[in-house]
């Protein structure tokens, strides 16, 4: 048997003032993106901003259903729509903000499993990371130069 250690660097930032200023306009994008999340079930609102290497900012809020698995997620939104929009731009940045109708989100919370799997489909596909910034309503911003740091094990084509 063999052990393998697996570790990950995230850069934490006290708040969203700590942040560069271009990464502060596109956190701004994501929470104002947040507030046009569809979330009557959960009560939990989050929104993602995406800043492409053509310079535009792709925005998406999470649009739940009735039928849960129907809904979906900000980062899913925003990603697939700058995929259908500009096929061959990539993704340089994402930003998301996460907050709860019913109680104070003050700690930073990452893309859910499902979110980080369509990411790293991006990521690999342009085969360059993409940073992603992620926070709760308020308080720390954590920073993970890619996708990989969150998702180390991640399944791709090279398995199929």
Known sequence: MKEVKIETTLQVYLNIDELPEAIQD????A????????APYSKFNVGAAILLDNNEIIIGSNQENASYP?????????????????PNAKILKMAVSASSQNKVTNKPIPPCGACRQSIAEYE????????????GKEGKVVKSDSLANLLPLLFDNSVL
């Not at 596109?26 to 994008?29: G, I, N, T």
């Open 31 to 38: 929470v104002k993106a947040r507030e046009n999340a569809y």
């Open 70 to 86: 129907s809904g979906l997620c900000a980062e899913r939104t925003a990603i697939y729509y700058a995929g259908a929009k500009y």
């Open 124 to 135: 690999i596909k342009q085969n360059q990371p993409i940073e992603i910034y992620f926070m």
């Open 26 to 29: 596109l956190m701004d994008k």
